[in-house]
């Protein structure tokens, strides 16, 4: 059984930024790929960045949606069993509940049926 609790949403203004973070339990973390996923009100839930696990060595190959590309970057830390995303520039449409969750394998696509684990979610909320 793997537990994700997500940290750092909040309150802030457009333009700001904000970190979340995703602590994991498990100790094979490192070999799966991890993502953010978010769902704003009245919306689908919608990819937002993913990172592999480690491909080669402590390597990681990191992708995301093209709304948020050049603003949000995922990381990880497999130290520490946590997945990080920092949220630069953000805008009043980045509002909604993000989530974290655990890939089944090594790579994972940007669609919800890749991912079997889920955090409850962490609610960003942007002012314009």
């Known amino acids: 059984q793997v537990q994700l609790v997500e940290s750092g949403g909040g309150l802030v203004q457009a333009g700001g930024s904000l970190r979340l973070s995703c602590a994991a339990s498990?100790?094979?973390?490192?070999?799966?790929?991890m993502g953010w996923f978010r769902q704003a009100p009245g919306k689908e839930r919608e990819f937002v960045a993913a990172?592999?696990?480690?491909?080669?060595?402590?390597?990681?190959?990191?992708y995301c949606a093209d709304s948020v590309k050049g603003r949000f970057t995922i990381s990880r830390d497999n130290a520490k069993n946590t997945v990080y995303l920092q949220m630069n520039s953000l805008k009043p449409e980045d509002t909604a509940v993000y989530y974290c969750?655990?890939?089944?394998?090594?790579?994972?696509?940007?669609?919800?049926?890749?991912?079997?684990?889920w955090g409850q979610g962490t609610q960003v909320t942007v002012s314009s």
């Open positions: 990172i592999t696990g480690a491909i080669s060595w402590s390597s990681h190959y990191t």
């Open positions: 969750a655990k890939a089944r394998g090594l790579v994972a696509g940007t669609k919800d049926d890749g991912y079997d684990y």
């Open positions: 498990g100790r094979t973390f490192s070999s799966y790929a």
